[in-house]
């Protein structure tokens, strides 16, 4: 089993609260990412990191935003929550060499009330 | 149009049976082809992986990759109750670098005992 860990697994919270996601990984890898997962929808690239104090934004416009500070943390952070931002969120690392080998935390299903 | 397309299913065959999961694709750049599985309420785990055209096989598990017609498939044989999930093909051109993966829809699987 990956070593990749979400907190929370679910969360309801009133509209305009600020919320942070946390994703930790205990793998050393440089690469982290977070998609976000809509119910028949491909998963969507909203962040991603391949190191510390490097972040870049992903496919799909989001109105989060992201810190590396350390190699093992990469959290997500709304600073507004809007009903529009209900979904689920995976964090993903994968190892230096091997991309396609990405390792998923469980998920933070959000949802916006 | 999308660059993955997955039929979303759902699918629902009686255990035992041989299952054929499938994604087409428009980018010929693509090289790296994976199928990953996703359990309700788990993050997706990576499941096979192929380069380029071919066949890998491994257990009850068999990944089918054709680039000239740009299809990739998974069979599963002597399909299982526990093999109920949903199971998404993603795609890269390399798997180093700032390379992303690129997920289809994902099909929706249940084993009926």
């Known amino acids: 089993e990956a070593d990749i860990y979400q907190t929370p697994r679910y969360l309801v919270i009133g509209t305009g609260k600020k919320i942070t996601l946390e994703c930790s990984q205990t793998m050393g890898h440089d690469k982290m990412y977070w998609y976000q997962q809509d119910p028949g929808m491909e998963l969507h690239l909203i962040h991603y990191?391949?190191?510390?104090?490097?972040?870049e934004k992903g496919d799909l416009s989001s109105e989060s935003t992201v810190s590396r500070i350390r190699t093992e943390h990469f959290p997500l952070t709304l600073e507004s929550a809007r009903p529009s931002h209900t979904s689920q969120y995976l964090c993903?690392?994968?190892?230096?060499?091997?991309?396609?080998?990405?390792?998923f935390g469980q998920g933070t299903r959000l949802t916006v009330v | 149009q999308k660059e993955v397309e997955q039929d979303p299913g759902p699918l629902s065959v009686p255990e035992g049976a041989i299952v054929s999961l499938n994604c087409t694709y428009s980018?010929?750049?693509?090289?790296?082809f994976m199928w990953y599985r996703q359990y309700s309420r788990k993050g997706p785990e990576l499941l096979m992986y192929?380069?380029?055209?071919g066949n890998k096989e491994d257990g009850r598990f068999t990944a089918q990759v054709d680039k000239s017609s740009k299809y990739i498939s998974l069979f599963i044989r002597d399909s299982q109750p526990s093999d109920s999930a949903t199971y998404l093909c993603?795609?890269?051109?390399?798997?180093?670098?700032?390379?992303?993966?690129?997920f289809g829809t994902g099909t929706r699987l249940t084993i009926i005992p």
């Open positions: 990191s391949y190191g510390v104090n490097s972040t």
């Open positions: 993603a795609m890269s051109e390399r798997n180093f670098g700032n390379e992303k993966l690129t």
């Open positions: 980018n010929s750049a693509f090289q790296y």
């Open positions: 192929t380069y380029s055209s």
């Open positions: 993903a690392s994968s190892p230096p060499t091997r991309n396609t080998e990405a390792f």
